[in-house]
């Protein structure tokens, strides 16, 4: 008899002590983890407020998850190690992606990528911000990822990152802030098709969306920090907009996910301190 297996994914959860403005909400999903422990916690980035440019926060985030009362683990996001290279320096604000930078991740919360063997499920974890980087730590990614898949036997498998492989349709083309680079699409989605593929979680849109591709269910986890308004950051998938975060059963043969939003969270909007926050950026849509 096969026993499901509860994770919980979080995402974007902006943590900082230097800006302690997002806190309250993760001491709050803390203490909703402790009430029903999961077997595991997945963050999807973006774990801190502004790591990429103030490591303090990134040393913040490891000591929080230490708060947490069951296991857990954590991939970068764009706030954390930088963004894409063509995408950098927006509005003065964004930061690209280095080798530099992804060592000062390492260093402060561990693995970028990573592997969880639960049951007959293989839950792989990977840094989507290196994919288009052009760094050498790009091509090991891609190469430990195809091995990672090969070597689940006949696990079923279950990927997570940040930034989702696409917003409305695999065939976008433009790079855009909001997904994976289109050049690294083709290979991302030729791995997603493995046949025992059932789930790929990601965040990084602070919207909930899920929608079906091939035969694989892909999930956009809510921010557990904050909302924007439509002035700050545009309408991109069409999803909910609201604090929480996401349960995923994993059954013998498929995977059940469950949004949980509002719950004891306090919805904070980022238009009222946006200015505090992130004083060095004016417009989310322009720099987030």
Avoid at 134 to 162: N, P
């Amino acid at each position: 008899m096969f026993e499901p297996i509860r994770v919980v994914q979080v995402s974007d959860t902006h943590l900082s002590h230097r800006r302690s403005h997002f806190v309250d909400n993760w001491y709050r999903f803390s203490a909703a983890m402790a009430a029903v422990p999961p077997r595991l916690v997945i963050n999807t980035g973006d774990c801190s407020l502004a790591g990429c440019r103030h490591p303090a926060d990134l040393v913040a985030v490891a000591d929080l998850h230490r708060t947490l009362p069951v296991a857990s683990r954590m991939l970068p996001g764009n706030h954390d190690v930088g963004d894409h290279p063509r995408l950098s320096n927006v509005g003065g604000f964004r930061l690209p992606i280095t080798e530099s930078r992804l060592q000062v991740y390492r260093d402060a919360i561990g693995p970028d990528r990573w592997i969880e063997d639960l049951g007959g499920w293989r839950l792989i974890g990977v840094n989507s911000l290196l994919m288009g980087s052009e760094l050498r730590a790009e091509t090991e990614q891609w190469r430990w990822l195809q091995q990672a898949i090969v070597s689940a036997g006949e696990r079923l498998l279950a990927l997570f990152l940040h930034k989702p492989p696409f917003v409305a349709s695999p065939d976008e083309r433009e790079l855009s802030y909001w997904s994976i680079d289109p050049a690294s699409r083709s290979l991302l989605l030729s791995l997603i098709d493995d046949p025992r593929m059932r789930l790929v979680g990601c965040g990084h849109l602070h919207e909930h969306f899920q929608r079906r591709y091939r035969h694989v269910e892909i999930v956009c986890c809510p921010s557990l920090a904050f909302v924007a308004s439509t002035a700050l950051q545009p309408q991109i998938s069409g999803g909910v907009r609201e604090v929480g975060f996401l349960e995923h059963i994993f059954h013998e043969d498929r995977v059940v996910t469950r949004p949980i939003m509002g719950f004891e969270l306090t919805h904070h909007v980022l238009d009222a301190v946006v200015d505090e926050v992130y004083p060095e950026k004016r417009l989310l849509a322009d720099s987030a």
